[in-house]
């Protein structure tokens, strides 16, 4: 499939989509978010690692595009939003891991993608935050929700009050990041990690990832009696046994996702 705003690249089981606007620091308009969710859906079902990052060194992205919002009405408006909601809700809910290699600015849409990703590396350059009160408006993909949940009620309404940017150590440690990384290797740390995310029993990762999210939003009895559940299934899989004779017989797993 060609896109005209991604590019998409396949390396092993591994998946790295690219969004590819450095003339507007990579900023999100409807056709982007379109092209974005078909190749999540295409690339979920190949992939163990999925790999999120902006165009050049400058950004990762820098928001949804202004231009664009700029003559929207509250219905079109609402529409957009919506756009990011099922893609950000997609790279929640698809099997694979989800990685943001934030190169540069992830600001509002664009942090509100990375934040819906299972893991954020950062670049050094990286300057993370939520604008969208500079312009009038809340954020509209999620970023009220997950950041909250990610660097508490305090941290997230002081990032989205004041719609100042924070840089990329003090992200790293607020916990909105993962690792903070010379931009010259980041895309290769997030590789190094996809690959060896990509070594693990899929199965596994897939269900992990499932509790982890669902669970969040659980009371934790009954999210811990949905892991039991989750890892006594797992004990009817090839991969369950694959991976515990490896282990027995001091050898690597070959797992097949069955
Ligand atoms: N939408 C559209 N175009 C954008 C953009 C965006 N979010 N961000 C940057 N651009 C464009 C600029 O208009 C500029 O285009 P021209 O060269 O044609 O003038 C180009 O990208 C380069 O940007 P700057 O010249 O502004 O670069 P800079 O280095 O001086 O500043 C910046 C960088 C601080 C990131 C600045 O571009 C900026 O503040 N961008 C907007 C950030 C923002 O407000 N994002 C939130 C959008 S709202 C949102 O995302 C809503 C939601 O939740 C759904």
Known sequence: MAYENIQ???????AILTVNR?????ALNGKTLREMTQAVRELADQSRALILTGAGDKA???GADIAEMAPMTPWSAREFSELGHVLTALLEDIPCATIAAVNGYALGGGLELAVACDMIFASENARLGLPEVTLGVTPGFGGTQRLVR??????????IFT??????QTACRIGLVNEVVPQAQLLAHCKKVAAKIAERGPLAIARAKRLVERGYDMPLRAANRQEAETFALLFDTQDRAEGMKAFLEKRPARFVGK
């Open 8 to 14: 998409v690249a396949r390396e092993g089981s591994i």
């Open 22 to 26: 450095p003339k507007s620091l990579n």
């Open 60 to 62: 990762f992205v820098a």
């Open 150 to 159: 990610l660097v508490g009620k305090l941290r997230a309404k002081e990032i």
């Open 163 to 168: 719609g100042e940017m924070v840089d990329a």
